[in-house]
């Protein structure tokens, strides 16, 4: 949490004049229904947003060391924190897996009221043993519980000789996110949304069974994805804690170039193939129980949120959009046999 807080700070300055959650719910890789609204949230209610995860990311995590009730607040906290990020955008299992650790800030007094209580009960047995645990004299440590110690004192020592570059990073005014030190990679560094993107650009994929790409008849249709923007009508997906990995990639190559991002022209050529194993990560295949295409292009679009109540909204639309030129260029899977054989890439052969 303090690594994602940092490079926040150090980061994009719409995170130092708060006005980062203007653009994130519009532009974060895969927005689910829930960001659909939020987007349109008054901006005292964005600021708030960008001051609290501010809170939350770089003084909370200090309440673990402050006693046993600012340690149950910080647990609380951070859970509240992670379900506000689950509800507000698919960013897979990540906010899931954060949960786990702040459930260690909450003792057997403050989850008792979970259990029932009463003579019998569960709560009550617990009780009755450690009071027997605590009126006997310690055991004698045996060979076993030796061994284990020590093993537990010199994963220990470990963990904390690891640390030392990953605390160094974050004390580091260029200091880096998502990077390992170590081989083992046991402990790491982390960060997230250093810099927030502006605009919402999408890679579109298209094909074309027409023989000639540039004929003004040409039938272009677009492949669908499971998650991300594409067809205006079709409402945002709510897929945490899964991840649409394809989907999640595909946010960052329209962002840059396909120069940039080789494997989207990897991607094309299966797509000239009918490649069966790479259609399964596409929600819509309009070549399906066809020939496959005779060209794939990449058309690059901006997409906004459509406004709730708006006309758009009213015909349907989630999202409008302007196409800003191509993404890359149409390509036969002739055209690519020596790009494959150059990078190595296994040449597809047409279903």
């Known amino acids: 949490m303090l690594g994602a807080g940092l490079i926040k700070i150090r980061g994009d300055r719409c995170w130092r004049d708060l006005t980062c959650m203007d653009f994130h719910y519009e532009t974060q890789p895969v927005p689910n229904p829930m960001a659909y ?10 600021r708030f947003e960008t001051l609290s995860n501010h809170f939350l990311e770089l003084v909370v995590p200090f309440f673990l060391f402050l006693g046993r009730r600012m340690c149950i607040l910080h647990g609380a906290l951070q859970i509240l924190f992670q379900v506000v990020l689950i509800v507000s955008g698919n960013l897979s299992f990540l906010n899931w897996l954060t949960i786990v650790p702040s459930i260690a800030c909450f003792d057997d007094a403050t989850l008792g009221f979970l259990f029932p209580s009463g003579p019998g009960s569960l709560k009550d047995r617990v009780l009755k043993m450690q009071k027997e645990e605590a009126r006997e004299a310690g055991p004698t440590p045996t060979y076993g519980c ?12 470990l963990v904390a000789w690891l640390s030392i570059p990953v605390v160094l990073n974050l004390l580091s005014p260029k200091q880096v996110m998502n990077s390992s030190f170590n081989p083992l990679r046991i402990v790491n560094t982390y960060g997230a949304f250093g810099s927030i ?7 579109i994929l298209q094909g074309t069974a027409s023989p000639n790409a540039s004929a003004p008849d040409a039938v272009w249709e677009d492949y669908e994805f499971k998650c991300k923007p594409g067809d205006l009508r079709r409402r945002p997906c709510l897929i945490s804690p899964y991840h649409h990995r394809l989907d999640w990639l595909m946010w960052f190559a329209a962002f840059q170039t396909y120069e940039q991002h080789e494997w989207v022209i990897h991607l094309a ?14 929600a819509f295949n309009p070549f399906a129980d066809k020939a496959p295409p005779r060209w794939v292009r990449g058309e690059h679009y901006r997409y906004k949120f459509s406004r709730p109540g708006g006309l758009h909204a009213a015909d349907g639309k989630w999202w409008i959009r302007k196409r800003i030129g191509p993404y890359f260029p149409p390509l036969s899977l002739r055209n690519l046999k020596g790009y494959f054989r150059s990078r190595e890439w296994p040449y597809p052969a047409p279903d």
């Not at 050529?269 to 596409?282: Q, Y």
């Open 146 to 157: 030796m061994v284990r110690q020590a093993a537990n004192l010199a994963l220990g020592v």
């Open 37 to 46: 609204f939020l987007h349109r949230s008054p901006w005292w209610v964005h």
């Open 197 to 203: 993107t502006r605009e919402r650009t999408e890679v």
């Open 269 to 282: 050529g299966r797509l000239l193939a009918n490649d069966a194993e790479v259609l399964s990560l596409l």
